[in-house]
């Protein structure tokens, strides 16, 4: 149906929020995502004040055939947040969060992004485990799994979520936890946005407030012995102990000091939960192993950790990101990352293990739709850089450097870190999940209505 067949005052006047069509002033701004690549301009973008808005949203995609895409923090690599010549749902304006210290839980709103979050929770000494960037939504990382610096001590973000209100593709809202729709919220427990719009989460949050974490960088002509040893280090630390590896150049600016500006390095990003008393016996052995040449570890505020890198990495840059399970880090693929690794194509290209043992290993791959708890790592590769003239030669990096790793790995990928790759890699990534994933798509969403996203096609009746 053509934009101007729809009848688009009959649905501005049924929202609280508003609706805003190419020629709004708005409009180009709320278009934009994470990711400065995508550059997709929907026909109407329904910016909701509350449910009532998203189920009536919802509901006029639906009659018209609108194509329908979900914004929640816009963070996704793949700009699945936003789409083409369709409705978009943007979530920005629900940013809602209540704290129950008492009971240690917090209901946080689909538009809320992780500082926001962290910021609330911290008020109360508590934490949610998430990601690692403040600017995330919410919403979209915990629906892809959730992994961050806690992942080791709490989990994953939907092991720590407890119930979550959701509008189905009929309209209804409901709710989802362990005792109502149970087979919806084992779904959305990793299964990304293909079951409904999820306009609150109730989270289970832990006595966390400081931290000690940071950086320790080592010469890129020490990255193979520190793959070497991080490969058992982590596997065998305490769970309190969470470190995720990089390849990385150095910004040229402070905290830095000028002899490593736009320098190629490896490092460790650590974040120890455990009392701050203990630290230096927790890190001990590993400036043992082998001394930084710059280590910047320190106490400080969960919310300060988490927003560690936001500075450096500002919404708009160009991304490319390709990822993939890791069981081991055999001498061959170390081999192939130290390659590419050394070949970083810009100052703010990288490539990242995430550990996933620990606390979030004992959680059966049966338990959640995300189903790679035997996996030890999530590796990311992301190309990004500020200028559009860069985009072929990070994401040409970022694609050769996934194609020769990728035999090496456990086969799926964190859906978070994939990019528009096809129904096989989805397949992949949910291994023996995804028959029980198509068909309770097939209950919840059998016209595939949310389909912008990480795809599990409707079971065929």
Known sequence: MMTAELPIGQFRASLQGHVL????????????????MIDKCPALIARCA??????????????????????????????????QEGLVIDLSLM???????????????????????????HAHGLAVPTGINGTTGVAGLTLGGGLGYLTRQCGLTIDNLLEADIVLANGRLVKAS?????????????????????TSFLFRAHPIST??????????ADARDVLHWYRMFIKEAPDTLNGW???????????????????????????????VGEAESVFEPIRRFKKPVLEMLGPMPVPVMQGMFDALYPPG?????????????????????????????????????????????RVSNESTAWGYRQATWAMVIAGVD??????????????????????????????????????????????DNYPRLAGIKAKYDPGNLFRVNQNIRPQAG
């Not at 069509?21 to 400065?36: C, F, K, L, T």
């Not at 449910?51 to 700009?79: C, P, Q, T, W, Y």
């Not at 061959?332 to 590419?340: M, R």
């Open 21 to 36: 069509e190419p020629h709004d002033v708005e409009y180009q701004i709320a278009r934009s995502v994470y990711n400065g």
């Open 245 to 275: 590896f990089a390849f990385l150049t150095v910004p040229p600016g402070p905290p830095f000091p000028e002899e490593l500006h736009l320098k190629k390095m490896c490092g460790i990003v650590w974040c120890y939960s455990g009392p």
């Open 95 to 121: 940013k809602n969060i209540e704290v129950k210290p008492n009971e240690r839980t917090v209901r946080v709103q689909g538009g809320c992004l992780l500082r926001e979050l962290d910021a609330a929770t």
């Open 178 to 198: 362990a005792n109502e729709n149970a087979d919806l919220f084992w779904a959305i427990r990793g299964g990304g946005g293909n079951f409904g719009v999820v």
């Open 386 to 431: 500020p200028d559009p003239a860069n985009k072929d030669a990070i994401t040409n990096w970022a694609r050769d450097y996934w194609q020769d790793l990728h035999p090496y790995s456990a086969g799926g990928s964190y859906i978070n870190f994939m990019m528009e790759e096809g129904e096989d890699r989805v397949k992949a990534t949910y291994g």
């Open 317 to 361: 840059l160009q991304w490319y990101w390709k990822g993939d399970y890791v069981n081991e880090l055999s001498d061959e693929a170390i081999e192939l990352h130290l390659k590419h690794g050394e070949a970083l194509p810009s100052m703010l290209s990288t490539m990242h293990l995430y550990p996933i043992d620990g606390v979030a290993s």
């Open 50 to 83: 509350g449910e009532a808005d998203v189920i009536a949203s919802v509901n006029f995609a639906r009659e018209h055939g609108l194509l329908l895409a979900i914004k929640g923090g816009g963070h996704n690599g793949a700009g699945l947040g936003v789409c």
């Open 211 to 220: 931290v000690v974490a940071g950086p320790m960088l080592w010469d890129m």
